[in-house]
C-alpha cells in the first residue's frame, strides 16, 4: 500500500477533526487494532500533510472552522495524486439525510456518527480498506490487459505483414501463370491448385486478424452504397466453379420486391455470404445449394426511420447437405469448434461461422440455423438494409468491363509503381499492364522523389514499408514540394491491412490503400477512377 509506513505495512490513516477529544478516543482504538494514523486539526493542514505523503484512507469531520470537512474533501478529490483516497466523514448529526447526500455526491464514501462508537468505525474502515485494495489490484489487472492486449495487436499486425508478403508472392505469380497462353493444360492445373492452396491460407489469416478485432472490440461496419441483386449474382458466380466440379447445382433464388441500390458494408456482407455459402458447397455431395433472398411477406417493405428508409431482407441458404446432429448445432458457432465427423472437423477450422455470427451482430441480427441430419441444413438471417435512390457513381464491374475494353486508349496515364521488394513490384507491373498500362518502377522513397522531378505523374503506387524513407514519408515530401502544382494520385500498399494501419497512410494525405496480395479488381477500381 501507498503510505509513509512502508517499514510496517500497516494502513495509514489521516485523521481530520478540531476536537482534541475526538481526536484521542479515535487515534487511540485505531493504534490497538494495528493501524499507523496522522493527525490534522483543520481542513487546510489536512491538505498540507496530503502534499507530503498518501495516507489509504481519511476520517474528515464535516464541522470544521475554516475551511469545513465538504470543501476539503472538493480539494482532495481534485488532486490527480489523492482524489482516489477513500474519504469518511464524521458528522454529529447522525440523521441529516440532506448534509449526507451532499458528502456523496462531492465524493466522500461513508459516513460515521458521534458519538464515536468503536467497532462501527473498525467495520466502516475496514469494508473500504478492503474496496480499495480490490480496486487496485483490479486496475492494476486492467492495464497489464490493456498492455498485454497491445502486444497482441502489434504482433498480429507484424505477423500479419510478414505472411501476407509471402502470400502476394504465391498468389501473384500463380494467377500470372494459369492465365498465361504459354503453358499447357496440366502446367495450369498446377498453378491453380497453388493459387487455391494459398488462397485458403490467406483466409485463415484474414480470420485470425477478425477474430482478434473482434476480441478488441476493433471491428467495425464501413457501410457504401451498391447494387444488391448484382452483389448477389457475383457472389454466386464466385462459388459456381467449386459446385461445378462437385457437380451439384447452385441457385440464386432473388425476391422482384427486393431493394435495388442499398447502404451497407458490402464487404462484410460478402465474407457471411461467401463463408455460408461455401460452407453449404463444401458439405454437400448430392443435390446442391440454393441462396434465397426476399423481402419478408409479414413486414412492411419500408421502414421510415431518422436517417432514411430501411428495408428488412431476409437471406437463407439452403442445401441438401450431411447436416448437423440436434446435440451439436449450440457448438457451431463457437470459436475453433468443429463438429460432425473427423473428415469434414479437417476441412475447416471452426473460425468462419463464429466471425459470421460477430457481423450479423454488428449489423443487428443474428445467424440462425435448422438442419436435419443426413438432409441437409438452412443457415439465414434477416437485416435491415437502407435504401438508396440514386445508384453508385460508379459500378466496380462496370467499371471492369470498361477498362479492359478501352484499356488505357481512354485514360493514359503516368504511372510510377514504388516498391522495394521485387516480387510485389513485378506482379503490380503486370496487373497494370494487363490494363493497358506501361508503369514505371523505383525502389525506394529517395527515388520516388527524384522521378518526380524528372517528369509528372498521374498515379503512384506507394510501398509504406520502404527501407529508408518509407512511403508515409515520402507522401508527406511530395505533398510539401508540390504544394502549388498538381501532386499526382498516391496510392498507399501495404501487406498490414489493420485498419490503424489504413488510417494513418490517409492522414498522411494518401488518396487510397490496397492491401496485399495484390488483386486485379482493386486495379481496375483505381485506375476506373480517374476520369480524364
Given at each position: ?7 510496517t505495512?500497516k ?11 475526538n ?10 487494532s494495528?493501524?499507523e ?20 484512507l ?8 475554516g475551511m ?5 474533501c ?23 439525510t ?6 456523496l ?8 456518527s ?40 502489434l504482433?498480429?499486425a507484424?505477423?500479419?505483414?510478414e505472411?501476407?508478403s ?15 497462353n504459354?503453358?499447357g ?7 491453380r ?6 488462397s485458403?491460407?490467406?483466409n485463415l489469416?484474414e ?5 482478434s478485432?473482434?476480441?478488441a472490440?476493433?471491428?467495425e ?8 441483386p ?12 467449386r ?9 440464386c ?7 435495388q ?5 458490402e ?9 455460408l ?6 458439405f454437400t ?27 428488412p ?43 459470421c ?7 443487428g441480427?443474428?445467424v440462425?440455423?435448422?438442419s ?17 435512390k ?16 478501352e484499356r ?23 496487373l ?14 529517395e ?7 524528372r ?7 506507394m ?15 511530395i505533398?510539401?514540394?508540390w ?13 498490414n ?11 498522411a494525405?494518401m ?9 486485379l479488381?482493386e486495379f ?6 480517374f476520369?480524364?
Amino acid at each position: 500500500m501507498n503510505s509513509t509506513t512502508e517499514n510496517t505495512n500497516k494502513p495509514l490513516i489521516l485523521i481530520a477533526d478540531d476536537n482534541p477529544n475526538n481526536i484521542k478516543v479515535i487515534t487511540d482504538f485505531l493504534k490497538k487494532s494495528g493501524y499507523e494514523t496522522l493527525v490534522a486539526t483543520s481542513g487546510k493542514f489536512a491538505l498540507k500533510i496530503l502534499e507530503r505523503t498518501q495516507p489509504d484512507l481519511i476520517l474528515l469531520d464535516v464541522v470544521m472552522p475554516g475551511m469545513d470537512g465538504f470543501e476539503t474533501c472538493r480539494q482532495i478529490k481534485a488532486g490527480e495524486k489523492t482524489k482516489d483516497i477513500p474519504v469518511i466523514f464524521i458528522s454529529a448529526i447522525a440523521d441529516n439525510t440532506k448534509e449526507k447526500i451532499e458528502g456523496l455526491k462531492i465524493g466522500g464514501v461513508d459516513y460515521i456518527s458521534k458519538p464515536i462508537i468503536r467497532e462501527e468505525v473498525l467495520a466502516r474502515i475496514q469494508v473500504h480498506l478492503t474496496l480499495r485494495k480490490l480496486t487496485k489490484e483490479l486496475t492494476e489487472a486492467k492495464e497489464k490487459a490493456e498492455a498485454a492486449n497491445r502486444s497482441k495487436s502489434l504482433f498480429l499486425a507484424q505477423m500479419n505483414h510478414e505472411l501476407r508478403s509471402p502470400m502476394s508472392a504465391i498468389l501473384g505469380f500463380s494467377d500470372l501463370i494459369k492465365r498465361s497462353n504459354n503453358i499447357g493444360s496440366k502446367e495450369k492445373d498446377f498453378a491453380r491448385n497453388i493459387h487455391d492452396a494459398g488462397s485458403h491460407l490467406l483466409n485463415l489469416i484474414e480470420n485470425i486478424l477478425d477474430v482478434s478485432k473482434i476480441e478488441a472490440g476493433k471491428m467495425e461496419l464501413a457501410p457504401i452504397d451498391f447494387h444488391l441483386p448484382s452483389f448477389l449474382k457475383n457472389i454466386i458466380q464466385m462459388l459456381q466453379l467449386r459446385a461445378n466440379e462437385k457437380q451439384i447445382y447452385l441457385n440464386c433464388e432473388l425476391d422482384s420486391n427486393l431493394p435495388q441500390i442499398v447502404e451497407a458494408d458490402e464487404q462484410r456482407l460478402r465474407q457471411v455470404l461467401i463463408n455460408l455459402l461455401g460452407n453449404a458447397v463444401k458439405f454437400t455431395e448430392k443435390g446442391g445449394v440454393t441462396l434465397k433472398v426476399n423481402v419478408p411477406e409479414d413486414s412492411s417493405c419500408l421502414i421510415s426511420s431518422n436517417s432514411g428508409e430501411v428495408c428488412p431482407v431476409r437471406f437463407e441458404i439452403q442445401d441438401t447437405g450431411i447436416g448437423i446432429a440436434p446435440e451439436e448445432l449450440d457448438q457451431i458457432f463457437v470459436p475453433f469448434e468443429q463438429v460432425g465427423e473427423g473428415r469434414n472437423k479437417a476441412q475447416g477450422t471452426g473460425l468462419g461461422l463464429a466471425i459470421c455470427q460477430q457481423i450479423i451482430a454488428l449489423m443487428g441480427s443474428r445467424v440462425e440455423v435448422s438442419s436435419v441430419l443426413g438432409e441437409g441444413s438452412t443457415f439465414y438471417f434477416q437485416i435491415y438494409l437502407k435504401e438508396q435512390k440514386t445508384a453508385p457513381t460508379k459500378n466496380r464491374d462496370l467499371i471492369l468491363e470498361e477498362v479492359k475494353e478501352e484499356r488505357s486508349e481512354q485514360a493514359p496515364l503516368r504511372i510510377l509503381i514504388a516498391e522495394d521488394y521485387r516480387v510485389s513490384q513485378t506482379i503490380a507491373k503486370h496487373l497494370f499492364k494487363r490494363l493497358g498500362y506501361d508503369a514505371d518502377t523505383v525502389a525506394s522513397g529517395e527515388e520516388v522523389l527524384e522521378a518526380l522531378r524528372r517528369q509528372p505523374y498521374d498515379l503512384i503506387l506507394m510501398d509504406t514499408h520502404m527501407k529508408g524513407m518509407d512511403g508515409i514519408e515520402t507522401t508527406r515530401r511530395i505533398l510539401q514540394e508540390w504544394q502549388n502544382s498538381s501532386p499526382p494520385r498516391i496510392i498507399a500498399t501495404s501487406a498490414n491491412v489493420m485498419a490503424e494501419h489504413k488510417e494513418e497512410c490517409l492522414a498522411a494525405g494518401m488518396d487510397d490503400f490496397i492491401g496485399q496480395p495484390f488483386e486485379l479488381e482493386e486495379f481496375v477500381r483505381v485506375v476506373g477512377s480517374f476520369n480524364h
